[in-house]
């Protein structure tokens, strides 16, 4: 069964012109799916629609809005006057590296708007619609930044522990009704921003960086049976090393420390 056939026609997707959340967009148009496609810039989301309406002759919508504005769903809502989401991937993301007192209080605020309270004012208000009539897919986007504290990502880290445990929640509460919920938990992947924040090395040990395509498919063979998942192999063994094995103090300081090598702070 298609993804198309299970869940409906159109699918969502929030933070779409690059990266993970465009892999996502290519699976799903790929597999038929009709796309609404958000993201800040509105000149490569539609040169990337534009090229996923050629390759795949399917309908495309772009919507731009800044999902930090706390009044974008409403405004996303609108522009869609009724029109019926069917999957959501919610990708979209901020993220700060360096001390938390060296970025404003504004911009950590930003950022939670932006990967927390956004993604929950967007399941509630299309989740809600899935849940009535009984079918429908969300996926969010954590991290593995997200399963304990992780010095030097800060406000980023917890934004992405709150996405787990959210769509972990809403899998159990939905399991039931047809709606299919899942967090993926991606560790270092091969996205525009992660290649330009120019990471150094930090061991022969590190997991390998995962390609975004990698993610995206992965992730819709774990849509339906899991409440979440970590991505990757090499990922899933550094997380039960550091969630089973370890102490959590060695634990977060591993994370603090590999950020800091990472990112030369």
Known sequence: MTLKQKYGSTALVAGASEGIGAAFADYLAAEGMDL?????HP????QFADYLQNKYKVETICLSYDLADQNSTQQILE???GKEINLIVYNAALSY???FIKNSVQNHSHMAQVNMMTPLYMLHAFGEKMVNKGKGAIILMASLA???GSGYLSVYAATKAFNRVLAESLWFEWKNSGVDVIACCAGATATPGYKNSNPEKTGFFTPRVLAPEEVAAECFKKLGNKPSFITGRGNRIASFI?????????AITIMGDTTRKMYRL
């Not at 609404?36 to 800040?40: E, G, M, N, S, Y």
């Not at 550091?242 to 060695?250: A, L, Y």
């Open 36 to 40: 609404v496609l958000i993201a800040r």
């Open 43 to 46: 000149v490569p989301l539609q």
């Open 79 to 81: 522009s869609l006057n």
């Open 97 to 99: 590296i360096g001390p």
């Open 146 to 148: 997200g399963f304990q």
């Open 242 to 250: 550091m969630q089973n094995i370890i102490p959590r103090k060695m």
